[in-house]
């Protein structure tokens, strides 16, 4: 092929493009089950909170079978989470690079992505999405239970069931902020939400925003603080 090829009508081959896995079938399926669960549990518990929002029960079947069906959302949700919990904890530990990428969250920002450090699986933003999340949800299923008469009510007494019911709805407010952030992250970096459909990046996407990651991978060493890289996990 000349240098010029495409300007004289041949094909330019520029062969397969490389890709990464990323997420094992497994990890996806987990994923999206938790996903859909803080979904359902966010609209069942919605319609439960505000009386202008009842009208959302009738997705459940109505109101007094929205409230039996919305703590077991939750018992999904938390093992839901456990899994990924377990699959992901090494990769979401706090490393040196992640102080240097939060101290310099304006170049994330505006994509200046040369002045960022390399970071490895996960980047501080995530990170801090993860430990959230898994703090909101203990906070969520522990005030839950304490609410859930039809198994609990011989346990717990009024005045635990009131502070119960205030913390379970400041831990939903602040879950669903985080969901917020998570979902649009996820789709403001271009490439990514592929990641979880998929499970495999671009080698131009894992280079571009989790170099580190994508070294360990090429290399095959493996960081001996934990969170080191298996191709997919
Ligand atoms: C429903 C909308 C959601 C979308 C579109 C979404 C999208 C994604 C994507 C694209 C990734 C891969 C990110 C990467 O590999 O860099 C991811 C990872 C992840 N997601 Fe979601 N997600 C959603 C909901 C949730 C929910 C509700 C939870 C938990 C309650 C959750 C927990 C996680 C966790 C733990 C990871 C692994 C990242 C880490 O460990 O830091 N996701 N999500």
């Known amino acids: 092929m000349s240098k010029d090829g495409a300007k004289t009508g041949e094909q330019v081959h520029l062969g397969d493009p490389v890709t990464v896995d990323r997420y094992t079938a497994g990890a996806r399926i ?4 938790t996903a859909a669960s803080l979904v359902l549990l966010a609209i069942s518990g919605l319609s439960l909170f505000h009386p202008q929002l009842f009208f959302l029960t009738a997705l459940f079947g109505g109101g007094e079978n929205t ?14 989470f456990l899994g990924l919990f377990l699959r992901f904890w090494k990769a979401n530990l706090w490393k040196r690079e992640d102080g240097t990428w939060m101290a310099r969250l304006r170049d994330v920002l505006t994509a200046h992505d ?5 970071v490895g699986k996960y980047n501080a933003g995530q990170k801090m999405v993860f ?5 909101l949800i203990i906070i969520l299923i522990g005030s839950g239970l304490v609410l859930w008469d039809e198994y609990f009510a011989q346990y717990t007494s009024v005045e635990q069931k ?3 019911v205030l913390i379970h709805a400041l831990a939903a407010i602040v ?3 985080v969901w917020i952030v998570h979902v649009y992250a996820a789709i403001w ?22 170099r580190k990651w994508l070294k ?5 060493k493996h960081d001996d603080r934990g969170g080191g890289a298996k191709p997919a996990e």
């Open 30 to 33: 987990n994923h999206w089950i």
């Open 189 to 210: 970096v271009r490439g990514t939400v592929r990641a979880m459909i998929k499970g495999s990046v671009t080698g131009g996407w894992a280079w571009r925003h989790h």
């Open 216 to 220: 360990e991978l090429v290399t095959g």
């Open 175 to 177: 879950i669903i902020c």
């Open 162 to 164: 009131r502070a119960a």
């Open 67 to 80: 409230r039996a069906i919305h703590p077991w959302i939750g018992v999904v949700l938390f093992f839901g």
């Open 114 to 118: 040369e002045r960022l450090p390399e």
């Open 131 to 135: 430990w959230l999340m898994s703090v």
